[in-house]
């Protein structure tokens, strides 16, 4: 089984995310990081699942999940996760300064 990686801003992007979720509606939010934990495991078995965003940065690709996109690149054994952000968020802004 192929691995998946959670990169240091994708770690603070989730725990905003769950802070938001323990706010507002404790149950969406265990369903959200379910889903997420699922839809990780899927993309390091199948990293093409998601669509490329080249036009932000090189080798980035990203899949959508309950209004986020989980931002990512593939390794050679697996993927690494580089953010999880509203799909309503500047995406170019985000990798401005980053190198995935």
């Known amino acids: 089984m192929k691995r998946y990686l959670i990169n240091i ?3 603070l992007d989730l725990n905003e995310i769950a802070d938001y979720f323990a706010s507002n509606n404790i149950e969406a939010g265990e369903r959200f990081f379910q889903d997420f934990s699922r839809r ?3 993309l390091a078995n199948f990293p093409n699942l998601g669509r490329s965003y080249i ?3 090189p080798n980035l690709r990203g899949l959508p999940l309950d209004g986020y996109i989980i931002f990512y690149r593939i390794l050679d054994d697996g ?4 953010r999880v952000v509203s799909g ?3 995406l170019p802004s985000l990798f401005d ?3 995935p």
């Open 9 to 11: 801003l994708a770690s």
């Open 40 to 42: 990780c495991q899927q």
């Open 55 to 57: 036009e932000i940065s």
């Open 79 to 82: 993927i690494e996760i580089l």
């Open 88 to 90: 309503r968020r500047d």
């Open 97 to 99: 300064e980053q190198e």
